[in-house]
């Protein structure tokens, strides 16, 4: 079975400052995909980024970066420099090739991020 | 490009009242998805199609949730008849090729049954 774990759940930070964001997920597959999403106050879900199993490549974006580690089967989401718009709940989520969970994300619990001025 | 579309975004009923939810996917999207968000327990999924056909339905709560795609461009949740505890938000997100690609999410309907 799938499972995504995201053991942060509020992280403060004062504007400016770096944040980082864990995810560790479990899959007994080897074609699997990763993703992050974010809900800001406003309650949509916006999708930030996907990542498949073979890319280890770190992805940025701005002030996004994502760090993938297959060896610690982790997905980590920094955010540089906040600022008060990212104030949001983050969820990581995890699609993989298993028959009887194909097509299905399973979402971690998120992460609440305050930004304070 | 118009995203998901959700109506109505949101619905205040009394329990044992019909309830009836839309959404329309993105056009080109072949997968739909209905969740449920509420601060006990977190995003579920409830049910999701592939090419207007049901896959899942094992996060359906019970006999009062059912769900329809009728068509490639619109499907329906309903909840017959709602209780209280039915109370939360409700997403629909759309994708092409389910399990590849992301799944883009409406803005949702907030469901309160008093």
């Known amino acids: 079975a799938q499972k995504v774990t995201q053991a942060q759940t509020e992280i403060s930070v004062v504007e400016k400052e770096d944040v980082t964001l864990d995810c560790v997920y479990e899959?007994?597959?080897?074609?699997?995909?990763l993703f992050w999403y974010k809900q800001p106050p406003s309650g949509e879900l916006v999708f930030l980024i996907r990542?498949?199993?073979?890319?280890?490549q770190n992805e940025i974006s701005g002030r996004y970066s994502w760090n993938f580690q297959k060896s610690t089967s982790s997905f980590n989401f920094t955010i540089t420099a906040s600022q008060v718009v990212d104030s949001a709940v983050y969820f990581c989520?995890?699609?993989?090739?298993?028959?009887?969970?194909?097509?299905?994300?399973?979402f971690g619990a998120g992460t609440q991020v305050v930004v304070t001025p | 490009d118009a995203g998901v579309i959700q109506s109505p975004r949101h619905e205040v009923t009394e329990m044992g009242q019909e309830v009836t939810l839309r959404c329309k996917p993105i056009?080109?999207?072949?997968?739909l998805f209905w969740y449920r968000q509420t601060m006990m327990r977190g995003l579920e999924l409830l049910i999701y199609?592939?090419?207007?056909?049901?896959?899942?339905d094992s996060g359906m709560p019970e006999d009062r949730f059912s769900a329809k795609m009728p068509n490639a461009s619109f499907s329906t949740l309903k909840i017959q008849p709602s209780e209280p505890r039915d109370s939360a938000v409700y997403f629909c997100?759309?994708?092409?090729?389910?399990?590849?690609?992301?799944?883009?999410f409406g803005p949702g309907t907030r469901l309160t049954v008093l």
């Open positions: 199609f592939n090419n207007n056909v049901p896959i899942d």
């Open positions: 990542r498949n199993s073979f890319d280890e």
């Open positions: 997100a759309s994708s092409f090729q389910r399990g590849y690609n992301e799944q883009f």
């Open positions: 056009s080109g999207h072949n997968s």
């Open positions: 899959t007994r597959d080897t074609t699997y995909y």
């Open positions: 989520a995890l699609s993989d090739t298993t028959t009887d969970s194909w097509g299905k994300f399973q």
